[in-house]
């Protein structure tokens, strides 16, 4: 049996959601001519993550986006974890993830339980749960989309990915945005993948790629 190779994409997100889809594309297909087996894209990808941005962007199921996703994932022939996006359903928004086979069919979706309502130490204030509802969709892949900021990327990012996979006993593949401090929200970044020992196998800097 031969390794599977997995793609972190890791997007300098921006405004524009076809400049972001395009981007995906673009990193997508170099995981492919990279032979990955997966490739993963960030949570919101689609838009900078804030509450003013998730349902301008939001698409009901199966709409433009998926479409698009599954289309490149038929391309290439590689699996996708296509991060997450915003998505309307009974005129609710949910920060949904979907997960594509090498023919572009939806192997999987899952909709965010755990919204990121946090107060920090600053003060300030962010909550998901205002613009976003919460899923209840379980799916046992551990694939994880992520979206941690400046605050708390450093206190909690490293920690948080490798005791889930430490936990769970598996591999966990974490991938975040990358940090654009021209952005509304400013990404901790640093995509990477755990082992089942807790182990750091592979962690990318700030950089898109």
């Not at 995906?24 to 919101?44: H, K, N, S």
């Not at 990404?187 to 089942?196: E, V, W």
Request: charged share 20%; with cysteine.
């Amino acid at each position: 049996m031969r390794p599977v190779k997995v793609a972190l994409c890791q997007l300098d997100i921006a405004e524009e959601k076809a400049v972001n889809l395009s981007r995906a594309a673009e990193l997508v297909g170099q995981a492919a001519r990279a032979q990955a087996d997966f490739a993963i894209l960030p949570e919101m990808f689609v838009c900078p993550f804030a509450n003013c941005n998730f349902r301008p962007n939001a698409e009901e199921a199966g709409g433009a986006t998926v479409q698009f996703l599954s289309n490149l994932a038929k391309y290439h022939g590689l699996y996708l974890v296509a991060g997450s996006i915003p998505e309307l359903n009974g005129g609710k928004v949910y920060n949904t993830s979907y997960f594509f086979d090498r023919n572009g069919q939806v192997l999987g979706k899952h909709q965010k339980m755990h919204l990121f309502d946090a107060v920090f130490q600053d003060g300030s204030v962010y909550r998901e749960s205002d613009a976003i509802q919460a899923g209840d969709h379980i799916v046992g892949m551990i694939f994880h989309p992520a979206a941690f900021n400046l605050s708390t990327g450093p206190a909690h990012w490293d920690i948080s990915v490798r005791m889930r996979a430490l936990d769970q006993q598996c591999f966990l593949i974490s991938c975040a945005p990358a940090r654009n401090m021209d952005c509304v929200y400013h990404s901790y970044a640093h995509s990477m993948i755990a082992g089942p020992w807790g182990e750091v196998l592979r962690r990318m800097g700030t950089e898109e790629g």
